[in-house]
């Protein structure tokens, strides 16, 4: 296999693979010294994407338990399950309105039931 068609069986982004392909026409010492600076920002990159995405993961868990507290609550006090979703959904927009500084929640219908399911999926047992 040759380094081209390892670039795209390894499904680069392509602007990383014109910079690798920029790369490879320079002198070794130089393409060396390139491929380091390129692997630094790449790894920086990385970081900096799985801090956020795990950010999220949390928000998303605190605002699924908010959204299953609510109800329960509402479970409780006689509703049957798909009134309770709606009533905790509509709470849930009320103590998150979109306006809001920070992190602020999705309103959507996907975005309430992601939250309850990342909160399922990570709940400690």
Not at 34 to 47: F, Q
């Amino acid at each position: 296999m040759t380094f081209f068609e390892l670039i795209r069986a390894l499904r680069i982004p392509r602007p990383v693979r014109r910079e690798l392909l920029a790369l490879l026409r320079l002198p070794q010492n130089d393409a060396l010294a390139g491929l380091e600076n390129l692997i630094g920002e790449l790894v920086s990159h990385r970081r900096i994407y799985e801090s956020k995405r795990k950010k999220q993961l949390e928000h998303r868990i605190i605002w699924g338990r908010e959204l299953e507290e609510s109800i329960q609550r509402y479970l409780s006090a006689g509703k049957c399950l798909r009134t309770a979703k709606i009533l905790a959904g509509r709470d849930f927009r009320k103590a998150h309105p979109q306006n809001a500084d920070g992190t602020v929640p999705g309103h959507s219908g996907p975005a309430i039931r992601r939250y309850c399911r990342a909160y399922r999926q990570n709940r400690r047992p």
